[in-house]
């Protein structure tokens, strides 16, 4: 049994997955804040997986997403400001409490591996694009996550791609992130709404041009990031997920559109057809916490390895 | 033995490689047209470097770099139209020929894991960027070649970079070829010259402004193609090839110069530490035709496991 945990800014959903890669339990809470905060979060969402009927001496590992950037290999979580996280060692401080191995993603990487599970492990390289406050991708490959150098795999959010473009708050101008992440939306459109990307598409429904242009930049800014991750890494599909993607298909049909629309003139561009490798990943999936459970049991499997041949 | 070949428009480039991957003997010959011609240049380049010294029992493989497309896996070339190629299996057709198994790859692929095994195997992920007529990129991770869904991967020089820019001859407007491809400079720049690039940057430093302007255009390009490479597939090292590399430190001093200038406002690309991470392939470096010795060498490998364990 393997326990993957999703630690949001809000709430961390948690996941037991069994051998066979079945989720055999689930339970949401509230997440705290700061450095001791989230490690007792991590602590008590396996007690209440326990409580909730998953067998305490089956767990094998416990996998955590977050945000913020976690190197390759290492369990540090840095820059995890939703958090109040600067610089934190998770396993260092949770393994000893749960007596089981922890290992740490980035939860967009964690979730990009569970979106490939979820599509029942069907081989090939796919790309999980995350629309959330920020934008975000992580790509797989025959279910093995890209890694990459340094850390940055995927940081498509902050590829400039119109150099008239907003500003980002990254410093550049003309991100994918600045045209396409909820935050850039929200503070362009300026409305107070409690959820403003939803207001901003429909005043753009009731035709305010404002609106439009900004629901214009939203679907430009991610058939951007689509084009990038096909033409770069030749992903075969890539699903889209992260709080935008709860628009369902009022995004998904403005994101086909504007693939077709900038392929029209493009035989090269038409032939990858583009608008049938995007995907919506299905609402409510605990993609984050079963990937995360999967980057455990992962882990777990190379440092047998390592003990075992080295 | 491996004996790698890069086909190119005009000259093909032979190499001959033993075991511990030294290159032990290079001829160069002019490239026949159509299906026939190429056919017979590859049998050829096989007996010139018998003819150079390479004993013609010891050649185990042949691998062939070739322009246009080659479906991952296949030995089938597609739409190389600067040899008069609309579909051919150049390995049906050359093995029984030579006699030993005959491997094909797209030639930027092929320099890609050349210019990887060039640097010394130093593992790790890298990109080479491929500045000719056209622009694309392959990228090699651990010595292996990042191949994708469909054969796009790397195809960076479609990506689309500015919404104003100039039309590119896929269709799309703003693409990273139309910026910096060769042909697609000598175009905008319409002055006869044998060296349109070349008469184009001699223009730009007597102040023309119209070569000015596509002078920005080519390092704007090119230093979009490395933070796509660096923040899609997070390659280490992007390493700059083809004819355009000729132009040594006048195209890499302007890329770093853009590189620098992008990231001026931008704590999180000055961190990527990117002018550091570009490199020019050393000139005269027979990184496509090492490259395709090396998948002549792999595929050869596959298929004997495959003949083995299967």
Same mark, same amino acid.
Do not use: N
């Given at each position: 049994m393997r326990v993957g945990l999703d630690v949001g800014g809000t709430k961390t959903d948690a996941v037991a997955v069994d051998a066979a890669g079945t989720i055999t339990g689930r339970v949401r809470l509230a997440t705290g804040w700061g450095p001791d905060g989230v490690v007792q979060t991590v602590v008590d969402a396996v007690e209440a997986l326990v409580a909730a009927? #998953? $067998?305490?001496?089956?767990?094998?590992s416990v996998g955590v997403g977050m945000p913020g950037q976690v190197h390759p290999g290492s369990s540090h979580v840095l820059h995890a400001v939703n958090l109040g996280?600067?610089? !934190?060692d998770l396993a260092a401080a949770t393994a000893p409490r749960l007596g089981v191995p922890v290992s740490v993603e980035n939860d967009v990487k964690a979730a990009a591996l569970g979106a490939d599970a979820l599509r +029942?492990?069907?081989g090939g390289t796919m790309a999980f694009l995350n629309l959330g406050t920020g934008v975000a991708a992580g790509i797989v490959s025959d279910g093995t996550l890209?890694?990459?150098?340094? +850390?940055?795999?995927? $940081? #498509?959010?902050?590829?400039? #791609?119109?150099?008239?473009?907003p500003i980002c708050t990254c410093g550049q101008r003309g991100c994918v992130e600045a045209l396409s992440g909820g935050a850039a939306i929200a503070r362009r459109w300026g409305r107070p709404a409690p959820l403003p990307v939803l207001d901003m598409l429909d005043a753009a429904d009731r035709a305010d041009p404002h609106a439009q242009a900004l629901r214009a930049d939203l679907m430009i800014g991610v058939s951007a990031a689509v084009r990038i991750l096909v033409l770069t890494a030749d992903v075969d599909v890539v699903v889209i997920g992260g709080? !935008?993607?709860? !628009?369902g298909d009022r995004l998904m049909d403005g994101v086909r559109a504007e693939l077709e629309a900038s392929a029209a003139a493009s035989e090269f561009m038409r032939s990858l057809h583009l608008p049938g490798r995007v995907q919506l990943l299905p609402a409510g999936s605990p993609a984050a916490a079963l990937g995360a459970a999967l980057v455990g049991a992962a882990r777990e499997r190379d440092t047998r390895e390592t003990v075992f041949h080295g």
């Open positions: 009927g #998953v $067998e305490r001496g089956g767990i094998q996280i600067a610089d !934190l +029942g492990g069907a890209w890694t990459g150098a340094h +850390g940055t795999a995927g $940081e #498509v959010g902050h590829i400039a #791609v119109d150099p008239h473009g709080g !935008l993607s709860g !628009l």
